[in-house]
């Protein structure tokens, strides 16, 4: 209506905010918690029209004023933005360019099955990153490294689990021998939470619910009418899944996902590029498991870890890489 009448309409994406009184005159609707973000921004986007994509393979500008990697194969665009791939003897692991940005890490207290290390503060990341699609495959692994660890074999494209923190890091240090310039590492738990959520603030980046076509658990969330997880038991293939808004595979469930951090509080103040914790004695990890006895364990913003040598079957990591 307003724009059929001539008056000016600025959405802003201000969660959690006060507004001071010297704005307080003005007309706001406040869509928090009332309509799912990702259909607003779509509606905003579509409106405003939307930023082109950069034409042709990957370019300066949709990589920051970056250059293509230098580790790539492949580059270019598709739906879920800029990707380059990754291959080594054969087997190739596409990454997604996540651009940087600012959001709330963390739940909100009225969130489903929260836990008391959650508060949530305002996260500023001032530089992009490339983060694998998948988490690392057995194929993968199993090129860089020549052995298989994990327990379920019977797909090569199953995530790579039956591996430690400390495991991790091996396979970090050899891929980095292997190919020049790819700086492979973990992601920070600040990184990993941000790429899990694509720009939403809801329990999952699908929404406030999960279904069993979304997510490979075992457990029953609240929201899911009570119905169990997926009955497999055990990992799937990367890719059997959907993606999320950024193109990333199965960030809920299937494996727990190791970080670069240190477990440990979150600060009540906004940050930026945090690092966690600088000691402690548990590695953060992500995301749930096909194990996981509740859907809550697969939400975004929930944090669990283990000792840097600890292995099982429901953990794998996922790669970040240079520029």
Known sequence: MAEEIGIPVIP??????????????????????AVDWSLLLGAIGHHAGERPSPPGPLSRQAVEGEQRPVWASD?????YGCYADLEVKGITQKF??????????????SEIEREDDENQHQVTLTKGFWMGDTTCTQALWK?????????????????????????????????????????????????????????????????????????????IYPYANGKKGLSWQKTVPVKSLPANAWGLHEMHGNVW?????????????????PMGSPVGVMRVTRGGSWFSPSGGLC?????????PDFRDDVSGFRLVLGH
């Open 75 to 79: 580059a270019g665009q598709d739906q």
């Open 257 to 273: 996902e190791f970080c670069q951090d240190w477990y440990g509080d979150y600060p009540a103040e906004p940050v930026t590029n």
């Open 96 to 109: 997604r360019w996540i651009e940087p940005g600012t959001y709330w890490m963390g739940s909100p207290e």
């Open 299 to 307: 939400r975004s913003a929930y944090r669990s870890g283990c000792e």
């Open 12 to 33: 802003v994406l201000a969660e959690k905010v006060r507004h001071p009184l010297w704005l307080r005159h003005l007309q706001v609707l406040d869509f928090c918690g």
């Open 143 to 219: 090129t860089v490294l020549g052995n298989n660890p994990a327990n379920f074999k019977d797909n090569a494209n199953n995530p790579v689990e039956q591996v430690s923190w400390d495991d991790a890091q091996k396979f970090l240090q050899t891929l980095n021998s292997m190919v020049s310039g790819s700086n492979a590492r973990l992601p920070t738990e600040a990184e990993w939470e941000y790429a899990c959520r694509a720009g939403t603030n809801t329990p999952f980046s699908f929404g406030d619910n999960i279904t069993s076509e979304q997510v490979n658990h075992y457990g």
